[in-house]
């Protein structure tokens, strides 16, 4: 089983709805991220948590808003979804304690808002 | 904010050659983590490999292998032998060592030529 999963997938929306995009982990890490992927730009990073009490906004955090509803689960909201929102979006988990500080990253979900 | 450039948007390799990937960062800290992602058509990002800045050996993995050169702010990659599946974007990432956050390069795409 993967250990960083998120849902949906792949997901097709409207300009202005709402839409949430969930990432829950069986790492047991602290520190989850939101990353957008868009062709020639890298890995952007959205927002970031320590904790469930902790949310740190990122590079692009405009637009974009989440919740860390438990330490396993993060999930990122697109409160009024617009078209250059359309990209790949990668959540990502890493430890305080974990040695060698490494990101683990879920598959991604596609998203495209037409 | 530290900076990661990879100025190569696009290599190609023979199969069973070499081929090296360029990386330069720009940081004025010391210590640091350095890390190379692949990302094949599935998506899926993958650590390939890491290097801690204290550490003067370059970090090695199979047919992967680093040359970290410290005072150039330099971290190439080179895939040895390489293989059909080896075939990618391949990111370059930093990390601070107190740090919270990840910042990555625009990629490399990698074609194998078989």
């Known amino acids: 089983d993967a250990d960083v999963t998120q849902t949906p997938r792949n997901r097709i929306t409207k300009t202005g709805k709402r839409i949430m995009l969930e990432c829950s982990q069986t790492k047991g890490h602290d520190r989850m991220y939101w990353y957008r992927q868009d062709p020639g730009l890298g890995l952007r990073l959205i927002y970031y948590?320590?904790?469930?009490?902790?949310?740190n906004k990122g590079e692009i955090s405009d637009g974009y808003s989440v919740s860390r509803q438990a330490q396993a689960k993060f999930s990122l909201s697109l409160e009024s979804a617009i078209p250059n929102q359309t990209a790949l979006y990668f959540c990502?988990?890493?430890?305080?304690?974990?040695?060698?500080?490494?990101?683990?990253f879920g598959p991604g979900t596609r998203l495209l808002v037409l | 904010a530290q900076t990661v450039t990879q100025s190569q948007p696009e290599m190609s390799v023979q199969e069973a050659e070499t081929v090296t990937l360029s990386c330069t960062y720009d940081?004025?800290?010391?210590?640091?983590?350095l890390f190379w992602y692949k990302q094949p058509p599935s998506r899926q990002m993958i650590l390939v490999i890491r290097?801690?800045?204290?550490?003067?050996q370059n970090a090695t993995e199979n047919r992967f292998s680093v040359n970290f050169q410290k005072a150039a702010k330099s971290f190439s990659l080179k895939i040895s032998d390489s293989q059909l599946g080896d075939a990618a974007m391949y990111f370059c990432?930093?990390?601070?060592?107190?740090?919270?956050?990840?910042?990555f390069g625009t990629g490399t795409s990698l074609t194998v030529i078989p």
């Open positions: 990502a988990t890493s430890d305080t304690q974990q040695e060698r500080k490494t990101q683990y």
């Open positions: 948590s320590f904790d469930v009490k902790d949310i």
């Open positions: 290097q801690e800045a204290y550490k003067q």
């Open positions: 990432a930093y990390r601070s060592y107190t740090g919270n956050q990840f910042y």
């Open positions: 940081t004025s800290e010391s210590d640091y983590y």
